[in-house]
């Protein structure tokens, strides 16, 4: 994949004060100190208690704010992921701007039929080829659970499939650091050893504590596993503000930061300097129906907090676009893919998932990633700024053309049109006169999109993999199958 | 025809220690307890639930009127002839094994407790032998089991392979929910019932209603 310069936007959404910012973090540090965690993971325990956390007889773990300063003070602010072939992709950090997929959909708007049906392993296939295909798209997670699958090391399954189907690095989730581990394994052969995979980091793991303020045994053996093998990890908790976590603002960021810190404090305990990437999912519950949400508006509230104090203890971290919670592919999911995806952008949120992500989480379309991408390139135009050192104020061409002249002949217009203050071309957005749309076929967005997609379906896969890393992974997956059955 | 709103009223809006006064002030003024029962405390919480309907509550109001309701009914209770209160019947609830997911679960327990149903809730992670143990020794009427992952679906079948191995399959009512759960699932492996949502979820175990009944 081309190494390119990432994207920073020029212009920034910046709404908390510094003193603010220091209170949240405060009460989150209280919150470790003085309230604890339940971490279900007897070596977790040990490394915390050895290095000065306490136990008490309930089983309540505290932390004191001394272990979190240290493990702030070891934890890289930036690390890079890689592609399939070995190359620098993506350098997360900073105010650098990323998007890609969720994972795990359970259903699907398919692309040909636009029927609603249940998610296989051949809709990850096409989720990645799309991806693949689109150039503001960075990393790929696997957009469908396959549910025709027994449950057997489906994760491993959906790595594989996803590993064939796109170069772009990928994010993973699994269940447990069994199949994590296979599923590294297989990262690591394709690298040509563990050191390299190390060095060219080609997936990053995501894991989820349980809010409240519960660490299970699987959560944390996966985040050691992340550790021990130099494999970047997001340890992200998703509290529903009003059922698992507060229902203010800034409760729901104070508990899901002490959340997601405990999970640093183990990280860079076993491992100082291991990558680890920073985050809460914003999500509230809507308290008449009970139904959760990814996009109401004041879970946007509690994304923007989250971002800021992610900038404000310099981590990477992980942020959510393109998603939306309309069940269908309507102008609720523009309007909600839109706000979204230019909240990212403006507060330079680093990794942002759930591209393609409809109806809080368990539908997926082909449309709305393609629809994402297009947005996301236009406003990459937007937010890259008028230049200020290179402010072309065209004074020398203002003269030229003069009173009554135009600039559609002028040498000035010609020279800009492909670059500089020029022209983005829309790919799907219309710009046709209603003649001409008629005549084109009234085409709307969500066909226009959708044509695209199945375009990009058409397109070459990537170059297949060695067959010897299939097999050996075949081998892995047997394994798994043995062992879990 | 006793006057029951302001008792209805105390319970909408969560106040304990009223509800627990006037309850024991009915009693001793000598109103029949059967009519404090079903013209106050369930007049109460069928109103509640109508609100709920029409979005002019919230959960969390709903679940501390009920929760206020019961504080009513514990002053009831002794009063009550057994099979008097008419609970319609005992609940037990809890997330399938390899599963940590249970606020969909929780909202199910609340509003089933908050209909008049027992509910015993088992919490998350419940392997299917634990969940026949439990009918054994409390006589459930009916289970209700939630996954919201595709890989736990299986433990739904298991379990009900488990109350049919412990010879109990018939004498409850399974119900099954969570995200991933269709009504073809459950007809697949042989549930009694499916819900979309908690408020589904009473309609369905009201229908269905108890084996014995
Ligand atoms: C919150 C959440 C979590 C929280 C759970 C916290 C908690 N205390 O429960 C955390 C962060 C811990 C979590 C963890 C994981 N999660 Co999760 N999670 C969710 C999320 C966003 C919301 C679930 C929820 O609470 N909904 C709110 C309630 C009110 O709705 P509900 O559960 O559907 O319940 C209603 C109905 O279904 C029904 N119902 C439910 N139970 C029952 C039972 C009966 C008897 C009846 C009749 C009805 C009924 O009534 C309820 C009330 O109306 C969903 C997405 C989604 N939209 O479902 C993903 C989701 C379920 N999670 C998912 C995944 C993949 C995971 C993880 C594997 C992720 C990881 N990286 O590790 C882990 C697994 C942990 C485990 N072993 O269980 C996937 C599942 C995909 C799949 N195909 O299986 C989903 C769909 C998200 C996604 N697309 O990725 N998750």
């Known amino acids: ?485 | 025809m006793a006057d029951y709103a302001d008792l209805m009223q105390n319970v909408e809006g969560g106040k304990k220690d009223l509800v627990m006064t006037q309850v024991a002030q009915f009693l001793s003024e000598g109103r029949p307890p059967q009519e404090v029962l079903q013209e106050g405390l369930i007049a109460a919480m069928d109103a509640v639930g109508a609100k709920m309907e029409s979005e002019e509550m919230f959960i969390p109001e709903v679940l501390r009127a009920a929760k206020t309701m019961e504080a009513g009914l514990e002053i009831l209770q002794p009063h009550l002839a057994v099979g008097d209160v008419t609970v319609s019947g005992t609940v037990l609830i809890g997330t399938v094994k390899g599963d940590l997911h249970d606020i969909g679960k929780n909202l199910v327990a609340m509003l089933l407790s908050s209909a008049g149903f027992k509910v015993i809730d088992l919490g998350i992670n419940v392997e299917p032998r634990s969940f026949a143990a439990k009918v054994e020794e409390t006589g459930a009427d009916f289970i209700g089991l939630s996954a919201l992952l595709t890989t736990t679906m299986p433990m739904m079948e298991q379990t009900l392979e488990a109350l049919e191995t412990a010879g109990l399959r018939g004498r409850v009512r399974v119900l099954v929910g969570g995200a991933p759960v269709t009504q073809a699932w459950a007809d697949q492996i042989g549930a009694d019932g499916y819900a979309s949502d908690a408020g589904a979820a009473i309609k369905v175990a009201k229908e269905l209603g108890a084996v014995s009944s």
Not at chain 1, 448 to 462: F, M, S, V, Y
């Open chain 1, 1 to 485: 994949m081309r190494d390119r310069t990432p994207f920073e936007p020029v212009i920034q959404l910046r709404h908390l004060s510094d003193d603010t910012k220091q209170r949240i973090f405060d009460a989150a540090l209280q919150v470790l100190a003085d309230v604890g965690a339940s971490v279900s993971h007897p070596e977790g325990v040990e490394l915390l208690v050895r290095s000065g956390c306490t136990l008490d007889d309930s089983g309540l773990l505290r932390v004191p704010p001394s272990a979190v300063e240290r493990a702030l003070s070891t934890v890289p602010s930036s690390f890079a992921l890689y592609d399939r072939s070995g190359s620098q992709a993506m350098t997360l950090g900073g105010n650098n701007v990323y998007f890609g997929t969720g994972s795990d959909l359970m259903w699907q708007y398919d692309v040909e039929t636009g029927e609603h049906r249940p998610s296989g392993l051949d809709d990850i296939a096409r989720v990645a080829r799309v991806c693949d295909g689109l150039p503001n798209i960075d990393f790929v997670m696997s957009g469908a659970y396959p549910t025709d699958l027994g449950p057997q090391g489906v994760y491993l399954a959906t790595f594989l499939t996803m590993m064939r189907n796109t170069t772009k690095p990928l994010v993973l989730v699994a269940e447990n650091e069994v199949d994590l581990g296979a599923i590294i394994d297989t990262a690591a052969d394709l690298r040509g050893g563990a050191e390299r995979l190390r060095e060219a980091p080609y997936l990053l793991a995501y894991v989820e504590p349980v809010s409240p303020l519960l660490h299970p045994r699987e959560s944390i053996a996966k985040l050691l596993l992340c550790a021990d093998a130099g494999v970047p990890v997001a340890y992200v908790p998703a509290p529903l503000a009003g059922a698992t976590s507060p229902i203010s603002s800034g409760g729901h960021v104070v508990q899901g930061m002490a959340e997601c810190l405990l999970g640093l404090v183990v990280h860079q305990l076993r491992a100082p300097g291991a990558p680890f990437m920073f985050g809460v999912n914003q999500g509230s519950l809507d308290m008449v129906s009970g139904q959760p949400s990814y996009t109401a508006i004041e879970s946007f509230m509690n994304y923007l907090t989250i971002v800021e104090m992610a900038k404000w203890l310099r981590l990477p971290n992980w942020g959510i676009s393109g998603c939306t919670d309309s069940q269908a592919i309507d102008a609720q999911l523009g309007l909600e893919v839109a706000e979204l995806t230019l909240l990212s952008m403006l507060l330079g949120s680093n990794l942002n998932h759930d591209v393609g992500f409809m109806g809080f989480g368990l539908t997926g379309s082909l449309e709305e990633i393609v629809i994402t991408d297009e947005f996301v390139s236009m406003n990459k135009k937007l937010l890259s700024g008028v230049p200020a050192e290179d402010l072309d104020l065209a004074v020398e061409a203002i003269a030229g053309v003069g009173p009554k002249g135009h600039y559609l002949g002028h040498p000035h217009t010609r020279a800009h049109l492909r670059k500089g203050p020029g022209q983005w071309r829309p790919g799907l957005l219309n710009r046709d006169n209603r003649d001409r749309w008629v005549e084109a076929g009234s085409v709307d967005l969500r066909e226009k999109a959708r044509r695209k997609a199945l375009a990009i379906l058409q397109t070459d896969p990537p170059a297949p993999l060695d067959p010897g890393l299939l097999q050996r992974a075949d081998a892995r997956m047997n394994t798994l199958r043995r062992e879990t059955v």
